[in-house]
């Protein structure tokens, strides 16, 4: 597979519960991207990884929300007490270096629903 | 703040005739325009950028995009829309301020009619 693997690919669970969400990048690429869709929107950033650092944590919602990258490869996005309004398709890019010229390609997301 | 507006929720046309999804942009310096596409249940694929040089710009598919600076546009074409290109489009713009993320238009809907 030589593109973006994110995984699960649906995860239910109830409010209040704790999710961890998983973005394989693609080999080589250093810089790493989570985004959020809601239903009938486009994708809204929420945090950029280059290399292991979070070079940008700005659209993070909240404090429950929180990503990390020890590696410099896979990245997790966790989310603490989960909510209803969280419920939306999280999206993960990824891009090899190019001072911002590189496209970003995108796993097929994580449909995540809180009950 | 940098944006992008893609005006029209969706466009429908017929199999064989050309196609234009609208997409008209707001940054602050030279810009770096993207045009993607999502079908169902999938991620979004890139399809072609602008980044500097020519303004007609070639991509993946078929599809080709207008640049136009005075009119602050970045319009997907195609001469010849196949109903396999039914799906959601969507134009985004680089943040140029801040580590490269994307900001996404909101997407149009083409439904191509055979």
């Known amino acids: 597979g030589a593109g973006v693997s994110q995984t699960p690919s649906n995860k239910v669970t109830e409010k209040g519960k704790y999710v961890e969400l998983r973005c394989d990048p693609i080999s080589g690429h250093t810089a790493l991207y989570w985004y959020r869709q809601s239903l009938g929107q486009g994708p809204e950033f929420l945090i950029y990884f280059q290399g292991t650092g979070a070079a940008d944590d700005s659209g993070l919602p909240n404090d429950r929300f929180f990503a990390v990258r020890p590696e410099g490869s896979v990245s997790t996005l966790k989310i603490q007490r989960t909510e209803r309004g969280d419920s939306a398709v999280y999206l993960c890019?990824?891009?090899?270096?190019?001072?911002?010229?590189?496209?970003?390609?995108f796993g097929d997301g994580t449909r995540l629903s809180i009950l | 703040a940098q944006s992008v507006a893609q005006p029209e929720d969706q466009v429908n046309v017929a199999e064989g005739n050309p196609l234009t999804v609208k997409c008209t942009y707001s940054v602050s310096g030279n810009p770096y325009l993207f045009w993607y596409v999502q079908y169902p249940n999938r991620g979004l694929q890139f399809l072609l950028k602008?980044?500097?040089?020519?303004?007609l710009v070639k991509g993946s598919y078929g599809f080709e995009a207008e640049f136009n600076k005075s009119q602050t546009s970045f319009h997907l074409k195609k001469p010849s829309a196949l109903v396999s290109d039914s799906a959601l489009y969507f134009c985004?713009?680089?943040?140029?301020?801040?580590?490269?993320?994307?900001?996404f238009g909101t997407g149009t809907r083409l439904q191509v009619f055979p």
């Open positions: 985004a713009v680089r943040d140029a301020y801040n580590t490269d993320k994307l900001i």
């Open positions: 890019a990824s891009s090899s270096p190019g001072q911002g010229n590189q496209p970003q390609h």
């Open positions: 602008y980044i500097t040089g020519d303004n």
